[in-house]
């Protein structure tokens, strides 16, 4: 279902979610929604200085510069999190939960929005695609990213807009993209990660 390549510094943590019903009809408990604050006790993970040096070194290693509107999504949500970070859904609440508190970035998608097979692989050169419902576009080019049959469509940057869970969504994939440089980080991560789904009533199943 998911090819991933051999890659010096990528350490990818991947499962599948089942939700028992549509997003739409399943909404976020005060105890997830708590988690979206910077100051959250109970995390078992909290981000620092050396995680965010080395989620930046392994977007740069295909050649992406992660500065400015491309930094990695974690670093973006910790400054969301001071401003108040917004609720979107079950699923996508869960996944920023994990990613600003551990420090890494994580990508979730509908798994009936994307076409197989799917694969993990470094974007080429000019590569972009559309990531918010305004239409505004990235450039992905050397970024890490997951891709299906008609192309990337996410990433630890941003995810693109057509693979992003939506009210009817009942499956997602989640990439947790951890580095070598972090032993044993993504797999934490991973672990609480889908722990918090559980507590949604969801299944997960590990690739």
């Known amino acids: 279902m998911l090819t991933v390549p051999a890659h ?6 991947a499962f599948i979610t ?9 909404p976020s408990p005060p105890a997830l929604l708590a988690g979206l604050a910077l100051e959250f006790p ?29 930094k990695p999504a974690s670093e973006y949500l910790l400054k969301a999190a001071a401003e108040g ?11 920023n939960v994990a990613s600003l508190h551990s420090g890494l970035p994580i990508s ?16 080429a050169p000019g590569s972009n695609y559309i990531f918010n419902r305004s239409g505004q576009t990235i450039d992905i080019g050397g970024l890490l990213v997951l891709a299906d049959a008609e192309g990337p469509c996410a990433g630890p940057v941003k995810d693109s807009q057509r693979s992003k869970t939506g009210p009817e969504t009942t499956r997602t994939l989640s990439l947790v993209w951890g580095s070598v440089a972090l032993p044993g980080r993504a797999a934490s991560t991973a672990t609480w990660y889908r722990a918090l789904l559980h507590a949604l009533g969801a ?3 590990s690739l």
């Open 8 to 13: 010096p510094l990528l350490d990818l943590q």
């Open 18 to 26: 089942e939700f028992a019903r549509p997003l739409a009809e399943l």
């Open 42 to 70: 109970e995390a078992p993970l909290h981000s620092d200085d050396a995680v965010r040096a080395a989620v930046r070194e392994l977007l740069r290693s295909g050649g992406f510069k992660p500065t400015g509107r491309s």
């Open 85 to 95: 970070l917004a609720s979107i859904n079950a699923a996508v609440d869960a996944c």
């Open 108 to 123: 979730v998608v509908d798994l009936e929005r994307v076409t197989m097979p799917l694969r993990v692989e470094v974007a």
């Open 203 to 205: 299944t997960t199943t």
